[in-house]
């Protein structure tokens, strides 16, 4: 039951440590010797640190990045052997720095009444102190402090080991394993997690995390706005974060303990506590639980919540514009006519501050307006009102007509009854804007000075003028180049159509014509496969270039939008993706130029066709992981989430070492920010296809994820999931391998292909049977992402044993989706 007491004074308490610490006597810890552990009366100055048992954390002061001032933090150790750069996980005095001029003269001390305190010898004047309630009963030598290997720092007693005090009730920015976050049915107050000013100030940021009273975690900005929820307690995971449950064994176990009057503690541990592992609240607003991997020697993010940058309230300050495709660290950047508000916070990436206007608004008809087109203002601000306006000038005049209005937008939308037309009036500081990517958002008009206005419309019109200039002194110089190398190696350029429409914007592919195709492939002679979204023919170049042209099948675009999807997937580059070499966009003819992968498709020696070699488990293992890289980067690290469709070992091509890359990646739907967006027509080849596929429910990444296990599967196995026998009965081999190795207790060797002779790396067969079950799970909540996917094949991440997979041989059973697994 809690108690309510008035507390002392603040100028009694620091009266009273003032007097203690002036007549206590002071025993400097050594530096010869790393030590856990501060007695009473001995005290930390700047070249000194506490290390916890294990070596795992270390106390002691720190300056954050180029900041002049110091702080007293605990930190990673082994990572910043590894690093040379603190991991801070939590800060004493994180509002109350010790500046350059008393960095000397600063030292941590523990009184003998159970106090810890940061005071600055030269005033004698306590910085910070712990909050216990000093204590007239203790002795000199009954109080203790210690640093943990779990990072919590503890005062104990040293007579019955009684905690007076402990870090873990004081977060900062970090909640470790092993620490709880609670809250006080009573009081209605929960513990927070409050991320840092910016990167070099840790004092309180805008953001922070805490606990509700429905068993739920927010997201919080500026104390009062929340803008993300976890979802309530299941009793295994929060709702919204699936990804706490998949089966990963880097953490063992989540727990909320309840108690009387609605409180309780939430808490999670590690099952590898060697593992440096934290959830930290970032400077963004972005909640990102992180792990060090040793292999890398870098933090690996397990999953952020939210997802994306811009989904954070708030990121960009007042009139500051988000976007997600902005290259560089920083997503935010001003509206014209505005400049950073504090230009060094920026620096900094503390963009909370917003941005200001160049010029004074004149109010009434001095103003003029800019138009932004396709922003998105993601949270309507309570000052946002509608009005009913028949045109747009209406709309533009109701804005003008009142100083308080920012900003105006007038949109037509098309719906089942007509055409609805809305006229919408910002007022005062526009937070939350963000620029999408092509012409999904709408045109928001921002309030400018008229004399601002008149001076961004003279700067575009100078600038129309020379560009009018330039286009011409380039297209006569670049007509003359192309002319003059024509002339003098004709071979090569042949191929290359230099027609303005095909020069536009992509300078990054080649731009083939029909004609020129059709003489490097023979006139389409030379067939390499064929697949859903068409037919692949073999060519060469004039200088000698292995080149693969896929003719596109059952594609109707028009050319700019052949283009535009193009230019995407031309931009998308990584070691385990083949490379997009060019196109060709002739009328219907609409075809891919790739580049020639040497040892040609991975199903080919699944079926051990053309004496192709058999594959031995290293290069098995390759694959595996370089395939899942590859959908991780298309999945996580692209701008837009690219989500294949049709993974199977027929698009999984093999380079000379046999190193993989996945082909016809961005042939299906391009999807946007987000994940379940429907596919509007079905794709895929059956025997890989996700349940969803047919149960009409929204497409993820995580389809892809369902069939990249099933080839894993067969990598394993080295041949296809399901056979048929001449009695008419199937046997499929996810089904049978989990049985005879989960349920049956069967070594996972029993399951490997019979052409290796039993020569593998156990863990990693281990690995990849595991994961190949956590893929296929039918719930798309139950499967991993194909990051987790890698940093477990990868050895970064344990995976608890699958459930067996019953399901899917309920389904080969029934004769009537029996097809839906075959070939």
């Known amino acids: 039951?809690?108690?309510?007491?008035?507390?002392?004074?603040?100028?009694?308490?620091?009266?009273?440590?003032?007097?203690?610490?002036?007549?206590?006597?002071?025993?400097?810890?050594?530096?010869?010797?790393?030590?856990?552990?501060?007695?009473?009366?001995?005290?930390?100055?700047?070249?000194?640190?506490?290390?916890?048992?294990?070596?795992?954390?270390?106390?002691?002061?720190?300056?954050?990045?180029?900041?002049?001032?110091?702080?007293?933090?605990?930190?990673?150790?082994?990572?910043?052997?590894?690093?040379k750069k603190k991991t801070i996980v939590w800060v004493a005095n994180r509002n109350k720095p010790i500046t350059?001029?008393?960095?000397?003269?600063?030292?941590?001390?523990?009184?003998?009444?159970?106090?810890?305190?940061?005071?600055?010898?030269?005033?004698?004047?306590?910085?910070?102190?712990?909050?216990?309630?000093?204590?007239?009963?203790?002795?000199?030598?009954?109080?203790?402090?210690?640093?943990?290997?779990?990072?919590?720092?503890?005062?104990?007693?040293?007579?019955?080991g009684n905690v007076l005090w402990e870090s873990f009730d004081h977060p900062t920015h970090v909640h470790l394993p092993g620490a709880r976050l609670g809250y006080n049915g009573l009081t209605k107050k929960a513990m927070k997690v409050t991320s840092w000013r910016n990167t070099e100030d840790p004092s309180d940021g805008i953001y922070s995390i805490e606990l509700g009273p429905d068993k739920s975690f927010s997201l919080i900005w500026n104390g009062s706005q929340k803008f993300y929820n976890s979802g309530v307690w299941n009793g295994r995971f929060f709702s919204n974060i699936p990804e706490m449950q998949?089966?990963?064994?880097?953490?063992?176990?989540?727990?909320?303990t309840s108690y009387e009057n609605g409180s309780y503690d939430f808490i999670y541990l590690l099952s590898?506590?060697?593992?440096?592992?934290?959830?930290?609240?970032?400077?963004?607003?972005?909640?990102?639980?992180?792990?060090?991997?040793?292999?890398?020697?870098?933090?690996?993010?397990?999953?952020?919540?939210?997802?994306?940058?811009?989904?954070?309230?708030?990121?960009?300050?007042?009139?500051?514009?988000?976007?997600?495709?902005?290259?560089?660290?920083?997503?935010?950047?001003?509206?014209?006519?505005?400049?950073?508000?504090?230009?060094?916070d920026w620096d900094l990436l503390d963009y909370s501050g917003g941005c200001a206007r160049r010029s004074t608004l004149q109010c009434g008809n001095e103003d003029s307006f800019s138009k932004m087109p396709n922003m998105r203002l993601t949270k309507i601000s309570p000052s946002a009102n509608a009005l009913a306006a028949d045109n747009a000038r209406k709309c533009e005049l109701a804005c003008?007509?009142?100083?308080?209005?920012?900003?105006?937008?007038?949109?037509?939308?098309?719906?089942?009854?007509?055409?609805?037309?809305?006229?919408?009036?910002?007022?005062?500081?526009?937070?939350?804007?963000?620029?999408?990517?092509?012409?999904?958002?709408n045109d928001l008009y921002i309030r400018l000075a008229r004399s601002q206005g008149h001076e961004l419309g003279s700067k575009t019109k100078a600038s129309t003028i020379w560009i009018i200039v330039?286009?011409?002194?380039?297209?006569?110089?670049?007509?003359?180049?192309?002319?003059?190398?024509?002339?003098?190696?004709?071979?090569?350029?042949?191929?290359?159509?230099?027609?303005?429409?095909?020069?536009?914007?992509?300078?990054?592919?080649?731009?083939?014509?029909?004609?020129?195709?059709?003489?490097?492939?023979?006139?389409?002679?030379?067939?390499?496969?064929?697949?859903?979204?068409?037919?692949?023919?073999?060519?060469?170049?004039?200088?000698?270039?292995?080149?693969?042209?896929?003719?596109l099948e059952g594609f109707s675009q028009d050319q700019k939008q052949f283009r535009s999807e193009v230019s995407t997937i031309g931009l998308i580059q990584h070691v385990n993706l083949v490379r997009l070499r060019g196109f060709c966009s002739e009328g219907r003819k609409q075809m891919l130029v790739y580049d020639l992968i040497a040892n040609g498709s991975l199903d080919k020696y699944l079926k051990h066709?053309?004496?192709?070699?058999?594959?031995?488990?290293?290069?098995?293992?390759?694959?595996?992981?370089?395939?899942?890289?590859?959908?991780?980067?298309?999945?996580?690290?692209?701008?837009?989430?690219?989500?294949?469709?049709?993974?199977?070992?027929?698009?999984?091509?093999?380079?000379?070492?046999?190193?993989?890359?996945?082909?016809?990646?961005?042939?299906?739907?391009?999807?946007?920010?987000?994940f379940s967006r429907v596919m509007t027509s079905m794709r895929g080849t059956v025997g890989y296809l996700a349940p969803e596929w047919t149960s009409g429910v929204a497409i993820t990444a995580k389809a892809d994820v369902y069939s990249y296990g099933m080839m894993l599967f067969e990598i394993i196995s080295g041949t296809r999931n399901l056979k048929q026998f001449k009695n008419g009965k199937m046997s499929f081999f996810p089904t049978w391998a989990s049985r005879k190795v989960i349920a049956e207790g069967q070594p996972v060797l029993s399951i490997l292909d019979n052409n290796l002779d039993g020569k593998a790396d156990i863990e990693e067969l281990n690995r990849a049977f595991r994961v190949a079950c956590w893929c296929v799970q039918e719930e798309e909540y139950q499967r991993p992402s194909m990051g987790q996917v890698v940093q477990i094949l990868e050895g970064l991440l344990e995976v608890n044993p699958p459930p067996i997979l019953s399901y899917l041989q309920v389904i080969v059973d029934n004769e009537d989706t029996a097809s839906f697994f075959s070939e």
């Not at 990963?248 to 909320?256: D, K, L, Q, R, V």
């Not at 300050?317 to 508000?341: D, K, Y």
């Not at 949109?411 to 500081?429: A, V």
């Not at 006139?523 to 692949?536: A, E, Q, R, W």
Request: hydrophobic share 35%; glycine share 8%.
């Open 1 to 83: 039951m809690d108690t309510i007491s008035n507390p002392p004074s603040k100028s009694f308490l620091i009266a009273f440590l003032w007097f203690i610490l002036s007549f206590a006597p002071c025993h400097s810890i050594s530096t010869s010797s790393t030590s856990d552990t501060m007695f009473a009366g001995q005290l930390l100055t700047a070249n000194k640190t506490l290390v916890s048992k294990e070596r795992k954390f270390e106390l002691g002061f720190f300056t954050p990045g180029n900041s002049k001032n110091y702080y007293i933090g605990i930190w990673f150790r082994q990572v910043f052997a590894v690093q």
């Open 272 to 344: 590898n506590k060697t593992l440096p592992f934290g959830n930290f609240l970032d400077t963004s607003g972005q909640s990102k639980a992180s792990m060090w991997s040793s292999e890398t020697r870098d933090w690996t993010v397990i999953w952020t919540k939210p997802l994306l940058h811009c989904q954070v309230y708030g990121v960009c300050g007042a009139f500051g514009v988000c976007s997600e495709n902005n290259i560089g660290p920083s997503v935010c950047q001003c509206l014209s006519g505005f400049e950073h508000r504090y230009p060094k």
């Open 400 to 441: 003008l007509q009142n100083c308080s209005c920012s900003a105006y937008s007038y949109n037509t939308n098309s719906n089942s009854s007509g055409n609805s037309i809305q006229c919408l009036l910002w007022y005062g500081d526009l937070l939350n804007i963000e620029q999408l990517s092509g012409d999904e958002g």
């Open 609 to 674: 066709q053309n004496d192709s070699i058999i594959l031995n488990w290293q290069q098995r293992y390759q694959i595996a992981t370089g395939v899942a890289r590859g959908l991780a980067y298309l999945h996580e690290k692209c701008r837009d989430c690219i989500i294949h469709c049709d993974i199977k070992p027929e698009n999984v091509l093999l380079e000379v070492d046999f190193s993989p890359r996945i082909a016809d990646f961005g042939l299906a739907k391009l999807l946007g920010r987000e």
């Open 470 to 551: 330039g286009v011409v002194l380039s297209g006569t110089i670049i007509f003359l180049g192309i002319t003059f190398l024509f002339l003098r190696k004709r071979g090569i350029r042949r191929l290359i159509s230099r027609t303005p429409k095909q020069e536009e914007a992509y300078a990054f592919l080649t731009a083939f014509r029909y004609k020129d195709l059709k003489l490097a492939t023979k006139n389409f002679s030379d067939k390499l496969g064929s697949g859903g979204f068409g037919t692949v023919y073999k060519g060469i170049l004039p200088d000698s270039t292995a080149i693969a042209v896929k003719k």
């Open 100 to 160: 350059i001029n008393d960095s000397s003269s600063s030292e941590l001390k523990l009184i003998e009444n159970g106090q810890l305190v940061l005071m600055i010898t030269r005033t004698q004047i306590p910085i910070w102190s712990t909050d216990s309630t000093p204590s007239r009963t203790m002795n000199d030598s009954s109080v203790k402090a210690v640093l943990r290997d779990d990072g919590n720092l503890v005062i104990l007693s040293s007579t019955n």
């Open 246 to 256: 998949v089966g990963y064994g880097f953490m063992s176990s989540f727990g909320i």
